[in-house]
């Protein structure tokens, strides 16, 4: 799917060969680093294309989709020509309106480009949403090598966050026999071990891009984003929804780090010993009360969404039979927990040398706002996770309180 493209000669070339028109899809920095030499290539070859370019930092949200989807053709050939959020619109419409689609990345900042799915911006949250992903994928190392630092974190942060997610598929798997691809799970692992062992070296960047674009094609494999997304991104997600505007892949990275805190409180309970739990009930007009609270706008939508789900917590028999399961299986989470604590030192160190502070203050994001995106971000999505075992543990609250 990757093909390193000097020149963009492959991508002309491939153009060139094609019947569909294509439709360049840029904003305004992105059609200046690239967008607007592939288009004069384009003319010199006489090749008719269209060309829609987005203001600066556009999100994929209902405003800029309808754009897209107004000035695209029946038959139109999309290229992408940008990161994040331009990817996702042009995957979006590809898939809606059939078409077909080719990605030109600017920057190794984030792990779409390959992907199944989009993230979009609907009522002012984050929804992932089924998506095409591209036929090629056409990189100008020059052009990711030279992409702004800051952009280059958000792809670390990104890639990083793959560790607790293949964590959270991991102990899903085991306590509620959700399907897992190990093979898959390796071949993630590989990617960020790769990355995060080359980093000040030559080929860091393309290592970065690289790893980016594998999880995307591991999500198509699987299906959904489970290899590259877990409890770090519904957090991400929920700041998002809070009006913080920094890229993705910076969030993230930050709720990585103590998504792996609240990994490590595990190996001080006693998982042998948690009977005392099978009664905790949560009462559903408190709860309701927390998301009207929590969610403001779009809280009906939330509670709609997850009314099965509180009555699935506050089941006896699925409390009884997740916390046998985790005496049975305590081995095996213990396993899970100490492999993340192995990599959290790397990642650490990782984040110093390329500049990606930790300190969220550094990023204006308030401590208050992170105790609720660590509690309340198990709604934004249906997906079991390490939040998800401790709010059936009816202990996700203190825990959170004790890591931030």
């Known amino acids: 799917m990757l093909e390193w493209d000097e020149d963009f000669k492959g991508l002309i070339s491939f153009l060139k060969d094609q019947r569909n028109p294509p439709f360049l899809l840029c904003d305004e920095n992105t059609y200046k680093v690239c967008g607007e030499y592939i288009s004069k290539e384009l003319e010199k070859l006489k090749i008719s294309y269209d060309l829609l370019i987005l203001p600066p930092d556009s999100h994929s949200d209902e405003k800029n989709i309808g754009k897209a989807f107004l000035n ?8 992408s020509v940008g990161s994040g959020s331009i990817t996702d619109t042009a995957r979006f419409i590809a898939y809606k309106q059939r078409l077909r689609f080719v990605s030109v990345p600017t920057a190794p900042s984030m792990d779409g480009y390959a992907s199944p799915v989009s993230a979009l911006t609907i009522n002012g949250l984050k929804t992932t949403v089924l998506a095409k992903p591209p036929e090629k994928i056409f990189a100008n190392l020059d052009i990711i090598k030279t ?77 959904n984003s489970r290899p590259a997304s877990g409890s770090e991104h519904h957090v991400a997600h929920y700041w998002e929804f809070l009006g913080y505007n920094l890229f993705h892949g910076i969030k993230v990275g930050l709720s990585t780090l103590y998504i792996i805190r609240l990994y490590k409180t595990l190996l001080k309970i006693n998982l042998d010993d948690l009977k005392y739990r099978n009664n905790i009930i949560k009462s559903f007009e408190e709860w309701k009360d927390e998301i009207k609270r929590n969610f403001s706008k ?65 990023w204006k994001i308030k401590k208050e706002d992170l105790r609720r995106a660590l509690i309340y971000s198990i709604y934004i999505r249906d997906r079991f996770s390490i939040l998800t075992l401790y709010q059936i543990l009816g202990i996700l609250e203190e825990e959170v309180e004790k890591i931030i």
């Open 72 to 79: 695209t053709r029946e038959n139109s050939l999309i290229v």
């Open 147 to 223: 992409s702004p630092n800051i952009l280059k974190r958000a792809g670390f942060g990104d890639l990083m966050g793959k560790f607790t997610a293949l964590a959270d598929w991991k102990l899903s798997n085991i306590l509620t026999g959700e399907t897992i691809n190990l093979k898959v799970v390796e071949e993630m692992y590989k990617a960020c071990e790769d990355t995060l062992r080359n980093i000040e070296k030559e080929n860091f960047e393309k290592l970065l891009l690289e790893g980016l674009i594998k999880s995307g094609e591991l999500m198509t494999i699987i299906g």
């Open 298 to 362: 779009i809280h009906d939508e939330i509670i709609k969404e997850n009314i099965e789900r509180i009555k699935k917590f506050n089941n006896l028999d699925f409390r009884r039979e997740i916390i046998e399961k985790i005496k049975i299986n305590r081995g095996k989470i213990y396993s899970i927990v100490e492999k993340l604590v192995e990599r959290e030192e790397k990642i650490l160190e990782g984040y110093k040398k390329i500049n990606f502070s930790t300190n969220l203050e550094d």
